[in-house]
């Protein structure tokens, strides 16, 4: 996913409660997933950066930053009642080592059109798509693999690291993509390119887990299993959706490039830094809810986070400071955070393995519907009233939706522990 727009998984656990705070590497299998899934990510990341900054010194266009994220989702859409169905029906494994493997080879395209000149809009918007694909089939499965990996009382410890790796990536991979870039763009995609290869290669290493696979046939019925389960559960309904549409409203990712240019006047470096601070505030809350999880009100929470991320992008939006955009940014990722631990957490919980996939499925579009069209969204509004009020309509829309979801769900409202197992709602 070319995104650094936020996301996606954790909960920690406390050294009090008895469990090692690197219990999920005690496991072999997890170690490769993990360092695979933080390759995967910081090769992304710079990819992110290239393409956005590339794509706007050829066209100076808010609107084609837009249509990056929109060529990107299509592929989730238009194939979610069969990406979900594989995961559950096959090797998860080996799925996202195939994924893997066309995300490099889309990052090679990158890096020959860059080498070529043959940058256009066109040719990566078909990229796009294919890293679009390419995402498609391995979120549902990626997500679903790490619980078949290590054994269930390290499950929690497992998804807290998952979005630390991912946050790191998103810390660092900015800041390297814009300082790579700023020596060419050949060179941001060819180390993109050596890093999408060795996660690749780490994930096929991992031996094939147990699994536990659908044998339904691939009907109807079953591709539409995930659906029926979501639209079931208040709990995961509500919370899946929630990110849907504050995302979808606040999301500022895609006029990064813009404002790292036009208002904040900074080169390619700036950009890396802007892209950089969500993660840096996503990282830092990680790191203490790895210490001190949220033990109550974990509905609250989720909902003060998004209307903390609301808030913090229609400061971000007004600033013409970088030190104050740095901020608000750092916020947005902070705030993020705190409503991601108790959605992920809740889905993870709620969710039985035989479904899983196809309830991940449909997870990743809202997710992608959140952040692509997200994108989308800012791009195309940016072009018709400018980036500025674009960015502030985008916040005060999520706050207005922390609001009504806050209303329309009380039960997700109310919850008040993550720890209780699937088997007991």
């Not at 993020?336 to 959605?343: E, H, P």
Request: with cysteine; net charge positive; aromatic share 10%.
């Amino acid at each position: 996913m070319l995104n650094s727009g936020r996301r996606r998984e954790e909960i920690p656990m406390m050294a009090s409660s008895g469990v090692h705070r690197f219990a999920a590497f005690r496991h072999r299998s997890y170690s490769l997933f993990f360092t695979s899934r933080f390759f995967a990510s910081f090769a992304t990341q710079i990819v992110s950066v290239a393409v956005g900054w590339q794509m706007y010194d050829v066209t100076h266009n808010a609107f084609y930053l837009g249509l990056i994220g929109l060529f990107q989702f299509l592929p989730s859409l238009a194939l979610v009642l069969v990406t979900g169905s594989v995961a559950d029906r096959y090797n998860r494994r080996a799925i996202v080592s195939a994924c893997m493997l066309l995300g490099a080879i889309c990052t090679a395209l990158l890096f020959g059109m860059s080498v070529t000149g043959t940058f256009a809009p066109m040719p990566v918007f078909a990229v796009m798509l294919l890293f679009g694909l390419e995402r498609a089939f391995m979120a549902p499965a990626v997500q679903s693999l790490a619980p078949n990996l290590i054994p269930a009382e390290d499950l929690s410890n497992a998804v807290a690291w998952n979005s630390s790796s991912w946050q790191a990536a998103t810390i660092i991979g900015p800041v390297a993509g814009g300082l790579l870039y700023g020596v060419s763009a050949e060179v941001a995609y060819a180390v993109a390119l050596g890093l999408m290869f060795a996660s690749t290669v780490l994930m096929a290493m991992i031996p094939k887990p147990q699994q536990r696979t659908s044998r339904e046939k691939p009907t109807w019925n079953s591709l539409l299993a995930g659906f029926r389960f979501i639209t079931s559960e208040p709990v995961v309904l509500g919370a899946i959706s929630l990110d849907l549409f504050a995302v979808l409203l606040g999301g500022a990712t895609a006029l990064m490039p813009v404002f790292a240019r036009d208002i904040l006047t900074l080169g390619p470096w700036g950009l890396g830094l802007l892209r950089s601070a969500p993660g840096i505030g996503a990282i830092l809350t990680a790191m203490f809810l790895a210490s001190f999880p949220i033990r109550h009100r974990a509905g609250h929470v989720m909902f003060v986070g998004v209307a903390l991320f609301g808030a913090a992008t229609i400061v971000f939006g007004v600033s013409h400071v970088l030190w104050l955009s740095v901020g608000a940014l750092a916020l947005m990722g902070a705030a993020d955070m705190l409503s991601v631990y108790v959605r992920e957490t809740l889905i993870a919980l709620w969710t039985p393995d035989d479904v899983r996939g196809r309830v991940s499925a449909v997870n990743m579009v809202f997710v992608g519907a959140s952040n692509e069209l997200g994108e989308f969204r800012a791009g195309t509004m940016a072009s018709a009233i400018g980036a500025v009020p674009a960015v502030i309509v985008g916040g005060v829309g999520t706050l207005a939706v922390a609001l009504i979801w806050s209303l329309a769900f009380p039960k997700l409202r109310k919850i008040d522990s993550l720890d209780a197992p699937v088997e007991e709602h």
